[in-house]
């Protein structure tokens, strides 16, 4: 009998171990919790920054404003008849 529950002694404690430390543990899914956590954050942060890109691709296919503002900015591009001030520091 002391046999019986040494040796259930010994597999509790060998499953409790690698509850705790091993493959699969406590610690790996609490470990594995918060990596998702951070790429959910990370996904949320990607979609809002394609919706925008999405908005402002249809404003660009379906808006002049916004095709003329992004020539006035970048290329520096006036309109006929438009006076162009530069001012300098």
Do not use: C, P
Not at 39 to 46: G, K, V
């Amino acid at each position: 009998m002391k046999l019986l529950v040494g040796m259930l002694a010994l597999l509790l404690a060998s499953v409790q171990t690698h509850l705790w430390w091993g493959k699969g543990s406590v610690q790996e899914l609490h470990d594995l919790q918060f990596l998702v956590q951070q790429q959910r954050a990370q996904n949320l942060a990607l979609k809002q920054r394609n919706a925008s890109l999405n908005a402002e691709v249809a404003d660009l296919k379906l808006g002049v404003e916004a095709l003329e503002e992004h020539a006035r900015v970048e290329l520096g591009m006036i309109k006929h008849g438009e006076i162009f001030y530069q001012l300098l520091e």
